[in-house]
């Protein structure tokens, strides 16, 4: 039986050591569940669900959270509840290729920095990007496309459950700065289902082999 697969990716600041993880973002079965670091905002946590909710055919949770620290703190407790198991496949797009990757490099220096445990123990977990980069043909135009966004466009109908807001990622640094949290938990959700449907694409048309899942346990842990 395949292992159920919960995408994840996350939203900074920038891309330097001492830049701060905004969003973290699930896709689960029964939706998606994101933890948002937005300080001291008016509105909550409520305020700023109900305006995601508006905005998307998914059902989503959000949390706010006053810092990185509480946000990091709050997915933590959340993977020890909902995705560590045998049966889960945790899953990125370019979340860990070899030498390489943004989301869980990224983690781990901000989990170091702040003192915080590593959360994903007894997580399996499997890159998408280089399975549907290697094993699709992604060229178009003739060049070979790569970006989560165009790989998307290419081998999935196109359509999601959410609108993004954004042209680019990069605009999540200025909506974070711009206090548009909206928008920046909409365009993580978006993310998070390319990310999902890509999984599900590359399952279907691909062998257990080419997912190169491993284990994220520490090891110093257990």
């Known amino acids: 039986m395949p292992l159920e697969q919960v995408a994840f990716d996350i939203e900074t600041t920038g891309f330097e050591v001492d830049d701060e993880v905004t969003i973290v973002g699930f896709a689960v079965p029964l939706g998606v569940r994101v933890f948002a670091q937005t300080g001291d905002a008016d509105g909550g946590a409520d305020g700023l669900e109900a305006s995601v909710r508006e905005r998307t055919d998914e059902h989503v949770v959000v949390s706010s959270h006053a810092s990185e620290t509480e946000l990091l703190q709050a997915v933590g407790e959340f993977v020890g509840e909902r995705v560590s198991g045998e049966d889960t496949l945790l ?125 994220l346990t520490p090891t110093e842990y257990g």
């Not at 781990?108 to 920095?113: D, E, P, S, V």
């Not at 938990?185 to 899942?213: I, M, P, W, Y």
Request: proline share 4%; charged share 30%; glycine share 8%.
């Open 91 to 215: 899953v990125a797009y370019n979340g860990e290729r070899w030498r390489d990757g943004f989301d869980l490099p990224f983690l781990r220096t901000r989990l170091a920095t702040a003192g915080i445990e590593w959360p994903f123990r007894d997580v399996p977990f499997a890159d998408v990007m280089p399975v549907v980069t290697r094993r699709f043909n992604t060229r178009v135009d003739g060049e070979d496309q790569s970006d989560l966004v165009s790989v998307y466009g290419t081998l999935c109908d196109g359509k999601l459950n959410a609108v993004d807001p954004f042209a680019e990622s990069r605009e999540a640094v200025t909506a974070f700065e711009d206090g548009r949290f909206g928008d920046l938990v909409v365009h993580n959700v978006a993310d998070v289902l390319r990310t999902r449907q890509l999984g599900r694409v590359a399952e279907r048309f691909c062998a257990k082999s080419e997912f190169g899942v491993k284990s």
